[in-house]
Antibody, heavy 125, light 109 residues
Framework: QVQLVESGGGVVQPGRSLRLSCAASGFAFSTYGMHWVRQAPGKGLEWVALIWYDGSNKYYADSVKGRFTISRGNSKNTLYLQMNSLRAEDTAMYYC??????????????????WGQGTTVTVSS | EIVLTQSPGTLSLSPGERATLSCRASQSVRSSYLAWYQQKPGQAPRLLIYGASSRATGIPDRFSGSGSGTDFTLTISRLEPEDFAVYYCQQYGSSPLLTFGGGTKVEIK
């Protein structure tokens, strides 16, 4: 079945780094744009980053631009989020999510139809 | 920066009633690239509506979306017990590329 499984979360001190992974299965990963979305405890959803199906374009929320890097390994069916210079306000559940339509569809325009269960990142000293 | 404002913050209704949720954008949403999601406690969000009015695969027809420009609405025609949750709108196209609204909680009255 179509599935996304995140890993790599944990407790980290402010200023340190962490890399999240999202393993995809059950679909042609290399043909879909992919997102990271986060949710701080008790708060709403915040889009973090988008990468096109082939990795050729990447987009970021202003709150993470210059600190986070989204990437993908299509041969490994895996999405990544490298998070540097972490701050307390980065504490959240991090979800990976798939564009609803793959192929040549405008990446990000038609919603995210498959989500992982999330991985928790806590930034605290 | 485009801001999505959802109202009301909380909607208290009984099963069988009609729910009307609003999402207002600070600027016109490009090509009605507006989606709605449902999120239940401890779960990931679920895509309900995309393109402002198209239902995602497997979504019951009691859920409908409408609107364009800056004003969008999600309607649940008759609330089922499983519909009590938080609902988010999300736009694509304006800097930042994607943004979510703050959410509307639909709770049992």
């Amino acid at each position: 079945q179509v599935q996304l499984v995140e890993s790599g979360g944990g407790v980290v001190q402010p200023g340190r780094s962490l890399r999240l992974s999202c393993a995809a299965s059950g679909f042609a990963f290399s043909t879909y744009g992919m997102h990271w979305v986060r949710q701080a405890p008790g708060k709403g959803l915040e889009w973090v980053a988008l990468i096109w199906y082939d990795g050729s374009n990447k987009y970021y929320a202003d709150s993470v631009k210059g600190r986070f890097t989204i990437s993908r390994g299509n041969s490994k069916n895996t999405l990544y989020l490298q998070m540097n210079s972490l701050r307390a306000e980065d504490t959240a559940m991090y979800y990976c999510a798939r564009d609803q339509f793959g192929g040549i569809a405008v990446s990000g325009a038609y919603g995210m139809d498959v989500w992982g269960q999330g991985t928790t990142v806590t930034v605290s000293s | 920066e485009i801001v999505l404002t959802q109202s009301p913050g909380t909607l208290s209704l009984s099963p069988g009633e009609r729910a009307t949720l609003s999402c207002r954008a600070s600027q016109s949403v490009r090509s009605s690239y507006l989606a709605w999601y449902q999120q239940k406690p401890g779960q990931a969000p679920r895509l309900l509506i995309y393109g402002a009015s198209s239902r995602a695969t497997g979504i019951p027809d009691r859920f409908s979306g409408s609107g364009s420009g800056t004003d969008f609405t999600l309607t649940i025609s008759r609330l089922e017990p499983e519909d009590f949750a938080v609902y988010y709108c999300q736009q694509y196209g304006s800097s930042p590329l994607l943004t979510f609204g703050g959410g509307t909680k639909v709770e049992i009255k």
